[in-house]
């Protein structure tokens, strides 16, 4: 029963806390990347011929780059050029830039799902852009987008673990600094994590799955 | 740049190394236990299918780093002590095994059930028309999405830095933190990374384009009329409604 000793009140509540710094890192992310995710993909959909061009590399090479690698430059980099970020802001900005490449692809395939024709709709009623894609393209496309943007957002939670690489207090930190004290809380601890991971990760697919029977 | 790439060659060089060939090896073993799982997740035993569901459902819904700190950290603790580098590529493969698994599982469902009965008939065993018919098709149908959970786990394989495996990120962390040019070390090692997965993902685009256009397996039943539309409209439409299900699946 040694094992059982590990999970006091103290431990707990501290990788709770850890727990609230991971879903704030990802609602927070995730509301971003949301935006521009929907915004890169609309423009790349658009194709206005050198933006287009220019996006779509772009976009090629931040989803080719590790995310690891992302955090790296937004934490140790970025302020060489000047731009200094605390922890907890360049782990959202590391995780919204590759994010919103990830969901600009989901939204542009999902895009190209509604029938042209309802574009040249829009366009003979005398809508301009931004009501044609915001009122008529992007509802119907979401139904078709939500399952993959659903996956995204809990590769998103996942990934957000990497951010523990920079020392942000998430919940893999928070465990790692109660079981890096003692060695007889590694396991107990270790499974408390994943099982916390798991929870909201599992959650947010079911959800989606209801959703989707929903609609 | 130029000066850190030419200083640091060998390490480098041997960052690169160990990223591909940890990424070659977790492929292959993935492969294999994926294929596995993805036919235990659609027999016919109940028992199976739950197995095989619980785990898949398991690893993709925690992250990786998680899995591979369970390898570096509880279990040489508790049970054997391995290194780094395998406990890395252990972890990995456990995740990716999931995801490869969940990919060949839509390819194994792409497949008409008339192929099966046409194996049964012609007195096939179980297994030969697994091996024989089924798999060999569905591997076709699921190249690319399979190609991209390559450039996925190249670009997963830098969890091999947080283990110390000595792999690209590694080597750039250690670099960065010598000679404090984070950010020439970084764009660096974000290029030789490219170098890895740029061509891959270019690669796997364009055979999605050559077997959406090959074979359309849900497609049968379309109408001649709409056939002919489907030829004069270009083949990206069709590549993208090729995406847009493959994204659905995953």
Sequence with gaps: MRLLEAYTWINIRFL????????QVALVAISFSFILGIVLGVLRHIKVPIIHNVLTLTIDIIRNLPLMLHIFIAYFALP???IRLNVFWAAIAALTVFESAMISEIVRAGLKSVPKGQIEAGQSTGLNTMQIYGEIVLPQAIKTMLPALVSQFISLIKDSSLATMIALPDLTHH???IYSQNTQAVLPIYLAMAVLYFIICYGLSRFSKKLETAY | MNQLMIKFMADLQAGL??????SIITLIFSLLFGTLLAIGQLSKYSWLRKLATIYVEFFKNIPLLVVAMFFFIVVPLYFIPINGFTAGVLGLILYTTAFIAETIRTGLLSIPKGQKEAGQSTGLRESEIMREIILPQAFRVVLPALGNQFVDLIKNSSILAVVAAGDLMYHGDLIASNTF?????YLLIGLMYLSLTLPLSYLMRYLEMRLAWGYQPKRFSLKLSQLEWRKKSSRKELINNETVRSLHLD
């Design chain 1, 16 to 23: 709770l806390e850890g727990l609230w710094v991971t879903v």
């Design chain 1, 80 to 82: 060489q050029i000047g």
């Design chain 1, 175 to 177: 465990a790692k600094v």
């Design chain 2, 17 to 22: 190394v160990v990223t591909l060939g940890a």
């Design chain 2, 181 to 185: 040019q984070t950010l020439d070390t």
